[in-house]
């Protein structure tokens, strides 16, 4: 199936590891994103590539640090985990043809739970 | 600056009773307004968008919206509620121009409950 994928859809850790969360899309889109999404439901963008590049940097931890080995692909390291980055976090992607509504398409979230 | 307000933060309903999710938006140019859904521990879905054309749109599963430029709003609607439509529901906007790209601006979300 054509989609947005993530790994795992799971994550349960100790403050100060170390963790990665990967996404993957399969759409042929050329822009992907990652969200957040708090225990209230809120969402926010943290990051967006376009192209392997970063083209959005919201005010987040460098402690973030987001990896595009390939257009098709965005994961997000986070070190030294704290108890405040629990939340779901999204991936999304897009294509820049459509910047006009900017249409995305979201994975199916990854849950962190840090202890 | 652009921001959306979602009045309700949960609305319950019967089955088979009209729905009624309500968006004001606020946006310094013409806007592009969407509304998303989110099934419990499911991803978002685009359930339908607006983009200048149309002001009533009809998306998905039966859901419209209409876009009012006079109250500022874009309040999502549905004649009959299902079960399935039990879920959250987030009136977006589409933010300002950054870094080459335009961002999604997501409101509060609105939690829908339907009961048999």
């Known amino acids: 199936d054509t989609a947005v994928s993530q790994t795992p859809k799971y994550l349960v850790t100790q403050m100060g590891n170390d963790k990665s969360i990967k996404c993957e899309q399969n759409l042929g889109h050329d822009t992907m994103y990652w969200y957040k999404q708090d225990s209230k439901k809120f969402l926010k963008i943290m990051f967006s590539?376009?192209?392997?590049?970063?083209?959005i940097n919201e005010t987040v931890p460098n402690r973030f640090s987001p990896k595009s080995p390939d257009k098709a692909h965005l994961n997000l390291h986070i070190n030294s985990l704290e108890l405040g980055d629990s939340a779901v976090y999204f991936c999304?992607?897009?294509?820049?043809?459509?910047?006009?509504?900017?249409?995305?398409?979201f994975g199916p979230g990854t849950r962190l739970t840090v202890l | 600056a652009q921001s959306v307000t979602q009045l309700d933060s949960h609305v319950s309903v019967s089955e088979g009773t009209p729905v009624l999710l309500r968006c004001n938006y606020s946006?310094?140019?013409?806007?592009?307004l969407f509304w998303y859904v989110q099934h419990p521990n499911k991803g978002l879905q685009l359930l339908l968008k607006?983009?200048?054309?149309?002001?009533l749109v009809k998306g998905i599963n039966g859901f419209e919206a209409e876009f009012k430029k006079s109250e500022t709003s874009f309040h999502l609607t549905k004649p009959s509620a299902h079960m399935s439509d039990a879920a959250e529901y987030f009136c977006v906007v589409r933010g300002p121009f950054s870094g080459g790209y335009n961002k999604l601006i997501f409101g509060a979300g609105t939690r829908l409950a339907v009961h048999p």
């Open positions: 590539y376009n192209n392997k590049e970063l083209i």
């Open positions: 607006y983009t200048s054309a149309a002001t």
């Open positions: 999304a992607s897009s294509h820049v043809r459509d910047r006009s509504y900017n249409e995305q398409f």
């Open positions: 946006s310094s140019y013409s806007p592009s």
